[in-house]
């Protein structure tokens, strides 16, 4: 299940975006049309809005969850296209809203009471639940929403196509770049980091010893190592060895797998598609690290279920996300490994699924336990947007780092400033 559906745009980007716009109350109401009705439990009726995940099977495994539910009648909306964020968070504001939905940990939903809290419900299975999931979900020690996917995301590589070239997967980011320029032919280039470069903006951060917030939620990324990071980028860029037209953006397999590429940045989720058109030809590795001081990293994306705290049926709706997302023990590992390569948030699931157990799954996992990085959940889109605009204006335009991050600083600052006063 990747985060992206078939389109070539940021969809978490848009989402984030959306959820500041809803908390601010500033979204206008969706359609009449709630979906509400059928199902096959009894009782309360509930909706519950997912997006299109591209993976054949999808849709039918959470349908299929849903009518195994007796505790309530659960409709699920599968929304296609780019109108997910848009839809849900306008619904939000209105009557017609779901009962529960997935999306990111966002703080603005938690501030504006947008999202119920779900501690009593985590508690007795806290522990076994990946710390760091539980974490990027808290607020002020209560928990808000439950973690149904954890994505990693790293590089995938034909190791022909590197042995061929004499090379050995790159160790830091110097190596990546000199790996991109061997690998280059007038018919493949070396290295695709999507199209806009924005999935591997955090990877930098982290690769090079630093991190968008600290523990007191204060500036972290405004280092030496981060200016540093960014110049390298802007070298890549500038080599004519980086993809930067491709037909679908970083989430979708194509790149590598159609040949336009010897190294693609891509997730987990998109694993099995990779192994079924490459075979043993490929190979991964996290995002390198870019200076001495730096390590290696991997950011973990990732779905969350959420139950609306303003709807009409806040405890049925929790009672069917616990029956779903911490009774059923089966049902989560399906929906991790059934449709793409994810790894379970439940410790107990991720140890005994026997399809992450070996192989580059298995390596995958590996590279997720020793090098993630989560999502912080005070990480505002605006902050995203500021660091995207660092990127836009050094790697891309080849303006001064530290002019860009100072001007990034005021964004962040301001941004904080209202979070936390």
């Known amino acids: 299940m990747s985060a992206m559906s078939n389109s070539n ?3 978490r980007s848009l989402f984030r975006a959306a959820a500041g716009m809803a908390a601010a109350g500033t979204l206008a109401a969706c359609g009449s049309n709630n979906g509400r009705g059928g199902g096959s439990g009894s009782g309360k009726n509930l909706v519950q809005y997912f997006h299109a995940y591209g993976e054949a099977g999808t849709e039918q495994a959470i349908k299929r969850y849903a009518k195994a539910y007796k505790g309530a009648s659960v409709t699920t909306q599968w929304i296609t296209g780019s109108n997910f964020e848009s839809k849900l968070f306008a619904s939000l504001l209105t009557d017609q809203a779901p009962d529960l939905f997935e999306f990111h940990p966002q703080l603005q939903l938690v501030k504006s009471g947008q999202v119920a809290d779900l501690t009593d419900i985590i508690e007795p299975v806290k522990s076994d639940f990946n710390q760091a999931d539980i974490t990027s979900h808290t607020v002020d020690g209560k928990i808000y929403g439950v973690r149904m996917i954890d994505d990693p995301q790293f590089f995938f590589y034909r190791r022909s196509l590197l042995e061929k070239a004499g090379i050995q997967a790159p160790t830091t980011l110097d190596e990546l770049i000199e790996a991109a320029a061997k690998l280059t032919t007038s018919k493949v280039k070396g290295l695709f980091l999507g199209n806009d470069l924005h999935a591997v903006i955090n990877p930098l951060i982290w690769s090079a010893g630093a991190d968008t917030l600290d523990a007191k939620n204060e500036i972290a990324y405004h280092t030496d190592g981060v200016v540093e990071g960014l110049k390298k980028m802007r070298k890549l860029f500038t080599s004519g060895h980086l993809l930067l037209d491709a037909p679908a953006d970083f989430w979708d397999p194509s790149a590598l797998n159609q040949g336009l590429c010897a190294i693609q940045f891509c997730g987990m989720w998109a694993m099995p ?4 058109t490459l075979g043993d030809d490929l190979g991964i590795m996290p995002f390198p690290k870019v200076t001495d001081a730096g390590k290696p990293s991997v950011y973990n994306g990732g779905w969350s279920m959420f139950v609306n705290a303003k709807g009409k049926n806040v405890d049925a709706a929790k009672e069917y996300v616990k029956w779903l997302w911490i009774d059923q023990k089966k049902y989560q590992e399906d929906w991790a490994t059934s449709y793409g390569f994810h790894i379970p948030p439940r410790t107990s699931i991720a140890q005994s699924a026997a399809k992450l157990k070996s192989g580059l799954p298995a390596e995958g996992v590996k590279l997720f336990n020793e090098y993630g990085h989560f999502d912080n959940i005070g990480w505002t889109q605006a902050m995203i947007t500021a660091t995207e605009n660092v990127f836009a204006d050094c790697v891309r335009k080849g303006g001064d ?7 990034c ?13």
């Open 401 to 407: 780092p530290e002019a860009a991050l100072d001007a």
């Open 273 to 276: 598609q990779f192994q079924q």
């Open 9 to 11: 745009w940021s969809r």
């Open 409 to 421: 600083d005021k964004t962040v600052g301001a941004e904080l400033k209202k979070l936390f006063g």
